[in-house]
């Protein structure tokens, strides 16, 4: 599975960004599909991750709320829409394949280049 995520940019704190991942290579309805992010001097962390069908959709508790994750399994993109993101927002964000649902980055198979996300204040 070949991932490439897009989106990202510079926002203010309170506004909205949408990242995409596309995927190409296998059935992309078989991976549940996660994001991940990265920031500064900091370890790669959890964000978010739908299921194949989309009917689940765990998200990490400094997101839970803000953060929306969804996938268009005819379009082969999942989404991550961000709102009301903050500072601390601010990393490069990661997609990534799993063969089911998990928050564990060791168990994601493929991964897409990040993209980088800045949230000012």
């Known amino acids: 599975v070949q991932l490439q995520a897009s989106g990202g940019g510079l926002v203010q704190a309170g506004g909205s960004l949408r990242l995409s991942c596309s995927a190409s290579?296998?059935?992309?309805?078989?991976?549940?599909m996660g994001w991940f992010r990265q920031a500064p001097g900091k370890e790669r962390e959890f964000v978010a991750v739908v299921s194949g069908s989309g009917a689940s959709t765990p998200y990490a508790d400094s997101v839970k709320g803000r953060f929306t994750i969804s996938r268009d399994n005819a379009k082969n993109t999942v989404y991550l829409q961000m709102n009301s993101p903050k500072p601390e927002d601010t990393a490069v964000y990661y997609c990534?394949?799993?063969?089911?649902?998990?928050?564990?980055?060791?168990?994601?198979?493929?991964w897409g280049r990040g993209t980088q996300v800045t949230v000012s204040s």
């Open positions: 290579g296998r059935t992309f309805s078989n991976y549940a």
């Open positions: 990534a394949a799993a063969p089911w649902v998990t928050m564990v980055e060791g168990r994601y198979d493929y």
